[in-house]
């Protein structure tokens, strides 16, 4: 079993703005690779009522110990006032696979 690395959900009002954050977190390696679906459509409780927006999604692979830096450029970055920022276990993956995430990573 391997809760060391983790999937990072992030959601962004474009993909613009998500390509922004994806480089700036594989470029400081917080991140080993980012993808960015785009577009899904998110349906959520905010100000009271039911929304709904088209948004992109962004799943990172990376390690738990480098989440609370990684928030902290997700936060500066991003253009909403509640960003999400979730982090997913990986409950097992390959060595190979693993070990790659690791070399990419500061």
């Keep these: 079993m391997s809760t060391r690395y983790v999937l990072v959900l992030v959601t962004t009002k474009d993909k613009i703005e998500a390509e922004k ?3 700036k977190l594989l470029k400081e390696k917080l991140v080993a690779c980012a993808n960015i679906i785009d577009p899904v ?8 009522k039911i929304d ?5 999604l962004i799943i990172m692979k990376s390690r738990i110990d480098l989440f609370s830096e990684l928030t902290g450029h ?4 991003h253009s909403y006032k509640v960003p999400e920022v979730l982090a997913i276990p990986i ?16």
């Design 74 to 77: 997700v936060k500066a970055l």
């Design 41 to 48: 459509t998110s349906h959520f409780h905010w100000s009271g």
């Design 52 to 56: 709904e927006a088209k948004e992109c």
């Design 91 to 106: 409950a097992v993956g390959s060595d190979d696979y693993l070990a790659w995430i690791d070399g990419a990573l500061k």
């Design 21 to 23: 954050i994806a480089k």
